[in-house]
Structures are given as C-alpha cells and as structure tokens.
C-alpha cells in the first residue's frame, strides 16, 4: 500500500500533480490572472468585501498586526495548544502572546479569557483547532467588552461553519492557509478576509509594500506534490528510499521545509510575507473548486472514527475535521507500529504545547504550567487522518489497528 501521511501533500489528486509539473515550464509563475481569479472565488464563496492573498498563513498575520499597528509589548491573547506559524508573528512585532488555555474540544477556554485581559491587550486571535470551530459568539462579545480586535485562524477550518455561519466571517479580521497539511493546498499560500473598509484600507497599505517570491522558491513548492506523490510517498518504507529522496532533495534546496530552522527559536525567514505567486494561486484554485468534496469526505470519515473507536468531542455537523484528534497514553508505541503498515501518524502536534516539538518554548515566551490541559493533551493526543485519499477501507484499517493496539 502506498504510505498514507498526514503531511506531506496529504490533499494531492493526479489532476494536481499534473498542474503542478505544467507549471514548472510556465513563463507566468510570479504574476498572471491566476491570483486574480482565485481572490475572486474565494470573496465570492465567503461573501467577503476584500480579500488579499499571500504566500502562507504567517505572512497573513503578520501583515494584519502590522495594519493594526501592533508594537512593542501590546499583548496578544493566543491559545495554549497552538503552532509557533501563530506565535512568531507577534513576536515579529515585539508583541507578547498571552496564552489561555483550552477547553475539551481543543479551542482557547472562554472561561479564562477576561482574567488575562489587561490594558496592554490589543487582540485576541481564535485558532478553529483541526477544523473544529471555537466559541467565536461568545469570545465575539469579550471582544466588544474590552475594545479589543477579534482575529480568526482559520488556518484549520476552511469551509467550518458556527451556527449555520462559515468560520472567518464572525470576527474583524480573519486569515487562512493552504499549506501542504491544510484544507486544501498549494504547498505555501494563504489569505485574509475582511468586511470591514477601514481595516480593508489599513491592510492594502501594508499589502502594497510586499513584493512577490523569486522563481526558485516558487519552483521548490512547486516540485513537493510531484516529488511526494511519484517517488517519496511511495517508496517511503521501502528500504527507507522515499525518506532518503525527501531529504535529499531538502539538502540540495529542490524542496522547501514546512518549518525553517530559525522557526523554531522565534524567529521568521525573509521570505515572509510576500504575495501569492501565480503559479500557486492557480494550484490552489484548482482545489479550491474541491472544498466541498474534500470536507464532506473528512466528515464521513471523522463519524466513522467516532462510531468505531470514539474521541475527544461530539461530532458537529458545522466542523470539517482536517484531523481526528484521539487521546492515548502510549502514542509512541501506536505511532511506532503503524509506521508498520505504511500508516505515518506522526504529523508535530503531539509533545509540546506549541508545534511542531522541536519549538523552543523560552523564545516563544511561554512559560511551563500555564496551560495545563493543553500540556497534558499535548502528551497524550494522536491524530488520524481524514484527508481525501483516506478510503473507507484504510479508514477501516487504522480502526482494526488501532482496537488491537490500544
């Protein structure tokens, strides 16, 4: 069986490899009409005003504390059991996250918000954990208490909805990201939705000054689809051959890491922000015309998981489930045994309260015991995958592994 990932181009059909390859000999890779048409179908799908779309999800926060004139040490309320893509940002900014800890559905605890509320806190930034959404209504009204900017990470939840309303419409502000984990993916890229003109004209300020990435970084994105799905994915347990081919071609820069080194210790490459190149406007275009299919499908496959081995929350119709997180005490061991049967569970969310794990926390400001249910979650949760090309007989598999082991 070809290896089953949760990361590595989890989304990608051959009509995306193939779109990939064609646009390796393009001439039109940084502008074209592609980014245009793209923005469009994404403001007309949400019914936002103004949408701006970049080259990641980070580049996207970045440029939205930077419109809301964040500075030297605003506050920042972000959740415990989060990404350093969140948090290096504000720090970019000489902000400082203020960490809340989270509920049992994985989303910032609003029962804890207004006591870390101070006259330094500028925003609070509500991360829709693996598609899930938060509380947004109620941390809406906090928001509205306090003066304070309501920002939506819906880096996990494109296409989630909260009473009946898509995710990223409810707060002042929102971004979202087609990384190559995420809900659909053109390898790096993201976009911000506004209904707000003054904000609109804030972020195009700030927007107006980025330039776009150089043909090489663009042509490292553009080589992960097609490099993980014809050699590295199937032959990765294959005498280890597809790890060897992944990093080799990380070493010899013909891919890109979804993580840079300097990530880790609080700090973001030159290459955020920039703009969204043509070429990856028009990948992710092209599964932008598949949300639907691919949410239903994580929505099929998350109430099999939960019919069959249960999990951590009930299952909402509104959530879209880009991953089906479980709470185990040997995680190693199942992630060990898996990787057995060509099944990669391994995907940075697990160990540490800010992924990936390898993460320093001091630079992150973080410090050990405020979050401690995302601390022990963090230890105890294992992620199943939902994504498109999980059959009903792999999901079917990973259950009968998964009853045996635990």
């Given at each position: ?67 809301l004139n964040i500075k030297k040490d605003d506050e920042i309320i972000v959740q415990g059991f989060t990404c350093n893509a969140v948090i290096n940002p504000i720090l970019k900014t000489n902000a ?114 980025l330039k776009y990435p150089d043909k090489k970084w663009i042509n490292r994105q553009l080589m992960h689809p097609i490099l993980m799905n014809l050699f590295v994915l199937p032959l990765y347990n ?131 015991g405020e979050c401690k249910t995302a601390e022990e979650i963090s230890n105890k949760i294992l992620i199943l995958p939902t994504h498109i090309n999980i059959t009903e007989d792999i999901a079917e ?10």
């Open positions: 069986m070809k290896t089953i990932s949760i990361s590595l181009s989890p989304n990608t059909e051959k009509d995306d490899v193939c779109l990939a390859f064609k646009e390796l000999f393009s001439s039109k890779k940084i502008k074209g009409e592609h980014v245009e048409k793209f923005e469009n179908n994404f403001k007309n799908y949400f019914n936002f005003d103004f949408v701006f779309s970049l080259n990641s999800g980070r580049s996207c926060l970045l440029l939205i504390l930077e419109a400082r996250p203020i960490y809340i800890d989270i509920d049992d559905a994985l989303n910032i605890d609003i029962s804890k918000i207004e006591k870390k509320i101070t006259k330094k806190t500028k925003a609070i930034i509500v991360q829709h954990t693996f598609g899930m959404p938060g509380k947004i209504k109620e941390i809406k009204k906090i928001c509205e208490k306090y003066d304070l900017f309501l920002i939506e990470d819906c880096a996990h939840a494109l296409g989630a909805k909260y009473d009946n309303k898509y995710c990223g419409t409810f707060g002042d502000i929102s971004f979202f990201s087609f990384g190559r984990d995420k809900v659909i993916s053109s390898v790096y890229g993201g976009m911000i939705g506004i209904n707000n003109l003054k904000l609109k004209e804030k972020v195009e300020k700030e927007y107006k000054k294959f005498f280890n051959v597809g790890k060897i081919i992944l990093e080799l071609s990380i070493r010899l820069k013909i891919l890109s890491k979804s993580v840079s080194s300097p990530e880790y210790k609080g700090e973001l490459p030159d290459y955020f922000p920039k703009r969204m190149p043509n070429s990856l406007a028009k990948l992710a275009n092209n599964q932008f015309n598949k949300l639907d299919k691919f949410n239903n499908h994580r929505r099929k496959i998350a109430k099999y998981y939960k019919k069959n081995i249960g999990g951590v929350f009930d299952i909402n119709d509104g959530a879209i489930y880009l991953k089906y997180p479980i709470l185990v005490n040997e995680g190693d061991e199942i992630i060990k045994e898996f990787s057995k049967f060509n099944i990669m569970l391994e995907d940075g969310w697990r160990k540490k309260v800010i992924a990936p794990p390898k993460t320093d926390l001091c630079k992150m400001n973080y410090i050990k598999k990973i259950v009968y592994l998964l009853k045996s082991l635990i």
